[in-house]
């Protein structure tokens, strides 16, 4: 079996370095110490060991009388140099008639690095064979140990004979054998052995361990690193569950080595039944080859074939995947899948490599031959952007980091892997730059004054071939697949809708988009004789924007059903009747933030209100909403984000006009080490514009909590008493109902082996960004811990304010009668220093439209996962099918 190394391929591939040191066997000398004798006896065993062990020592030591000689000094010396036997023990014997030397009592014997310890120790020095029993031991340089009754070896300890042997490596794993024979420190044969690597249980050590292979022969071989079984049984606590006649493994030294990995196997309704069977090829110590084939009972031949290469400054991997498949009909037609495509496939790359300790470059980009070949063929790439939304994201980077500046050159290409993905409006961002750096100001060169000065910079050039359109209020999809949004028209046709404001709302522009923005600000603390924090700043913000719009392309969508069409000329409801504009705004801005922390301190606990307040005086923006907005569209008023000077999530939004931010902030710390955490505040637009009620072309602003003068309220409430309980609770309150426009509560719990994670959402309706109803949801997520090794543990996320899609009007807009679980899990495992073993089992659904029928996927998966610390890794994942819920319309 082979075995290749992890993800960080520079910290696993070993050296490629080998060193080895032969020393004559006459080279070999000997000293000796012993115990409880006075220093007359110690120089005699002394002088006499030399006598005995010692094969190159010269003939006049052995007649010297007890004591140094001068004369055998110098030759000595040379000796001292070299590999030398010392003996430790109580007593020492030597039998001149036999030539054999005995060490009774606490007998260590240190060669080479390993050590020999037992209660006896007999050398024959006729034969050059060493007898050691009664509570022996050997242990090897590298720590590996090995227990026995008695020990038969050669003087250099690499050959002989054990009986009721008990190895222990340094890697924790266990070998058991009534009888083994070393060879020349490099072969251990161990007949009628067993191998594991669970440690004897301390309290029963007679019990079997959890799991252990049981073979007639088992051979470690160490210069190889490889272990061979023949005859072998594996046993679970003792139970046979499994022959191999034979089969070999690397020892738990190795971390890569060519030969078989572990097999996987396929089944699925459209795959049919499968294996496949990894094969890694250690080519050199820094690089290597895996080559997979799958054998497919419907599909036919798949093969992956992956490629590992580690330089010196860095490494980098190519992954390809194709099969010819049998039965393309499988599928679904296109747009709902892959039609009558025969080949299909993917290659993909990533690497990192450093220029020096500050600067580094890389990329990850991945290629397929469709948009549904991850999913049907659950391909492995580090590209996907996260396991719920399906998109993979190619990039390639420079970076530099000092200790207070950062740079960042880098490029995307986005790919959506769903049905409901039009490709050819995702964007290709090419490039982003940024750059920030901060500077310190010395008070003494600079009159006094001090601080620091930041400078943040963003150039962003993107690209994209169709405009992303979407409906404000309920979401409209196209009337030919029900796939792609569209938006509502003003003729009452739903074949030809009109895409104008307010009705729509412009997702991403069709055509060419660059951005430059450069923002310097000045800030400084300064703290009174009273307390008080004034934190004055200062910045000056400039953008510039070149906008060329493609107004030429438009997509007709025609089916049965109906006919859709998504026109790129209907940008000019948004911008007007230029394709074409370059603008800029330069926008300067000063402001104070005050602060008065008051500190209340009792036995009970410390307690800290603190009254903050900021204003900050600006301008209007000149541009503002004139604009696309492509990376400012996920706009957050909450807690996080009160004191900020500018609360757009992205450079394509600036804030204009005089605001002032205003809360108060409480904390109490308590002598148990728990505490309490409030913030409540409100933001005010004092004079000129407010940014927040000027809508963009994505409508960014509305329905956000602050498109009002005086905005929605925010608080936040962290409570934590101890370190296993912690409560927090956010909330957006309107500004003049007090009604809840946002809610979020996470709580965490530990108690008696329990994990317990509760989370729950609810928010208002945003119907300017196409948010038309209420959204709700929890998400519970328990673990249990007993038995020291076990647990269960189970999650569900259940919505509570479900809408369906309506194939009569095209829109999602049928409320459901009762909360759903739109993900159930549960699961079931023990792990301790040997084994891990799990099994999980999830449901989930989502919503699918295909052919105008509306239909709710319910995918339900079982995950088998085993782990035999050194033996084998074996995953099973089998889905037990996908059914079809019709929520509307009759299923085709």
Known sequence: ????????????????????????????????????????????CAALALSVFGAAVPAAAQASPPGPSPAAAPAAAPEAKKDRLLVEAKQL????????????????????GRVLEADKVIYDRNANRVFASGHAKLTEADGTATYSDKFELTDDFKTGFVDSLSTITKDKTFFTSPRAERTEGETSTFEKGTYTACAPCAAHPERPPLWQVKAMKIVHKTDEQMIYFEDATLELYGVPIAYVPYFSTPDPTVTRKTGFLTPHYVTESRLGVGAA?????????????????TVLSKQGFFGEVEWRHRLESGSYSVLATGIDQLDPTAYSKQPFGTGDRDFRGSIESTGKFFINPSWKYGWDVALFSDKYFVQDYNIRSSSLGTDYIKESISTAYLTGQGDRSYFNLQGYRIVGLSSFDFNKQQPLVLPTVDYN??????????????????????????????????????????????????????????????FKPPSCFLRGIAGDYTRASTTVSYQNKYIDPIGEVWKPFAFVRADGKWLNLNESNAYTFTSGTGQSTISNADQANFFGQHNEDLSGDIVPGVGLEYRYPLLIASSFANQVIEPIGQVILRPNVAHAGKTPNEDAQSLVFDDTTLFEWNKYSGYDRVEGGTRANAGVQYTATFPTGGYVNALFGQSYALAGSNSYAVSDVSNVGLDSGLQTDRSDYVSRLLVAPTTNFTVEAKGRFDSKSFDPKAIDLIGTAKFFGTTTNVQYANYAAQPNIGYVHDRSGVLLGERFDFLDHYYVNGSATLELNPYKYNTATLQYDIKSSRPEFAVIGAGFGYQDDCTTVSLNYSRSYTDAVAGGVNNQNVNQTVLLSLNLRTLADFKLNQSLGATSTVQDGVFK
């Open 277 to 293: 069977q990894p094969f890694f090829w250690n080519l050199a110590p820094n690089y290597d080859l895996t080559l997979t084939p």
């Open 93 to 112: 014997v030597y039998n001149r008639d036999t030539n054999v030397v005995s060490a009774d009592g606490n007998v260590q014997l240190y060669y080479q």
């Open 1 to 44: 079996m082979g075995r290749r190394f992890g993800p960080d391929v520079r910290e696993a591939l070993p050296s490629r370095r080998l060193r080895e040191i032969a020393l004559p066997a006459a080279s070999r000398g000997i000293s000796i110490l012993t115990g409880r004798f006075g220093a007359a006896r110690t120089c005699a």
């Open 437 to 498: 750096r901060t500077f310190a100001l010395d008070p003494a060169l600079t009159a006094g004054i001090g601080g620091e000065v930041k400078v943040d910079s963003n150039i962003t050039s993107l690209t994209r071939t169709a405009a992303a359109y979407q409906a404000t209020g309920t979401r409209l999809l196209d009337s030919a697949f029900s796939l792609y949004d569209v938006c509502p028209s003003t003729t009452g046709n739903t074949l030809a809708p009109g």
